[in-house]
C-alpha cells in the first residue's frame, strides 16, 4: 500500500511542477484531431500521461495480486492449523 501511497504523491507532484513550470520543451507541440476538435499535446502532456499509465497500471496489478494470491496465502494457513 506504501508504493501506491507513493506514486499517487509522485503523479501529483509531476502534474503539479508540469502545471506551474511552462519551461518544459523537449519536443516542439504536436496537433491532434480527435473527434473533430484539435488538440496540441506538448511535452508535459507527454510526461504527464506517461505517469497517469503507469500509476494506473501499477494499481491493476495491485488489484490483481489482492484478488488471486491474498485468497491462497489465506488458505495455506488454515491447512498450517
Wanted: net charge negative.
Amino acid at each position: 500500500m506504501k508504493a501506491r501511497l507513493f506514486l499517487i504523491l509522485i503523479f501529483l507532484c509531476i502534474t503539479l511542477v508540469i502545471t506551474f513550470n511552462d519551461s518544459l520543451d523537449l519536443f516542439p507541440p504536436t496537433e491532434i484531431e480527435f473527434l473533430n476538435k484539435e488538440i496540441i499535446v506538448n511535452s508535459e502532456m507527454m510526461i504527464s500521461f506517461i505517469a497517469f499509465f503507469t500509476l494506473v497500471f501499477v494499481l491493476c496489478i495491485g488489484v490483481v495480486e489482492k484478488l488471486f494470491f491474498s485468497v491462497r496465502a489465506g488458505k495455506n494457513k488454515e491447512q498450517e492449523k
